[in-house]
């Protein structure tokens, strides 16, 4: 199998509020140039989003929601899937995840079960081409080779917590081997990053933000950063950075820096 080859960045919808501005803030990255857009049952704005992306050519437009944590099986995700494609307004979806793995934490030894009945469901989709590609979000290592037990089809893409200071060379070499693609959530720390010391000096070196140095970064690396803002100043910020490299001390560096996971570990999460 091919690696997936996908617009990059994508253009990330976590806490857009569905109340006019998910809507807006689509508007204004597809207006700016983006022509992929990530979503989640949970965001509770695929209605919005939905409004937005349909002042386009539908096939212009690389459209990713998730299955939420509520939903796992097979039967409970093949109807929320069509919960999100009627509130997403379109008849289907270009990926389509399993937002979270159930783990061991809560669900002993059944969640290999469950994950495989959820991935099951995804399979059925993609072979009726109801999804153009399905994947995995939040699955470590040993929850992909779990998966193995029973898929029929392998993964096609893992989005994963990955920015500076969380660097996953380890998944994704194990992505690498496997033709999976990472895309990275909250590439920017949500907003973290923007007052880092070393990524302020090196972008100064480039006369590019932090922000911008790091979506570059996550590209070099060959993984797809999905990026959120809801101003339109950033958000055509975010988009420029194909007018330069990085120096391969620059890029190692940052792949370098410490810190580690600053949100949810998959095995701990309790949701
Ligand atoms: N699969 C998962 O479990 C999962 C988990 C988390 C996220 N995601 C996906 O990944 C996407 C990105 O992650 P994220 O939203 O958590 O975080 P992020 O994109 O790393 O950071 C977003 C934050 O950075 C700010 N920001 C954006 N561009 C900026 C710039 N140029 N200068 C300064 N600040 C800037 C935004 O503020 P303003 O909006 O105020 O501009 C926002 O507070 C999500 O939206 C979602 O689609 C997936």
Redesign the pocket.
């Known amino acids: 199998m091919m690696i997936l080859s996908l617009p990059k960045p994508g253009f ?4 857009i509020p569905d109340d006019g501005t998910a809507e807006a803030s689509v508007r204004e990255a597809l207006k700016a140039g983006y022509r992929h857009i ?3 049952a949970v965001y509770a704005n695929e209605a919005g989003v939905g409004r937005a992306v349909a002042e386009w050519p539908r096939q212009e437009i690389f459209l990713t929601s ?1 299955l939420w944590n509520t939903e796992r099986g097979y039967d409970s995700a093949l109807r929320a899937f069509d919960k999100s494609l009627s509130l997403l307004g379109t008849d289907y979806l270009d990926l389509y ?1 399993i ?2 793995p159930a783990n061991r934490k809560q669900f002993g030894d059944k969640a290999p079960k469950i994950n495989a009945d959820s991935w099951r469901a995804l399979e059925r989709l993609y072979r009726e081409g109801r999804i153009k590609a399905i994947g995995l ?2 699955f470590e290592q040993h929850h992909i080779e779990e998966l193995d037990w029973t898929a029929e089809i392998a993964p096609m893409v893992d ?1 994963v ?1 990955l ?1 500076p200071g969380f660097s996953r060379a380890g998944l994704r070499e194990f992505c690498a081997k496997r033709d999976i693609l990472v895309e990275c ?7 973290k990053a ?1 007052v880092d010391p070393t990524l302020l000096e090196m972008g100064g070196r480039y006369g590019k ?1 932090p ?1 911008q140095l790091i979506i570059r970064w996550c590209i070099e690396l060959g993984t797809v950063p ?6 339109a100043e ?1 958000i055509r ?2 988009l420029e950075v194909f007018d330069f490299a990085l120096a391969d001390a620059d890029r190692d560096a940052i792949t370098a820096m410490e810190g580690g996971r600053l ?1 949810t570990d998959p095995d701990q999460a309790e949701f």
């Open positions: 990330g919808t976590f806490k990530d979503t989640a998730k995840l937002h979270w979000s939040n989005q917590e920015h959530w909250s590439p920017l720390q949500r907003g923007m933000t922000a999905l990026v959120k803002s809801t101003h950033r910020e975010n949100y």
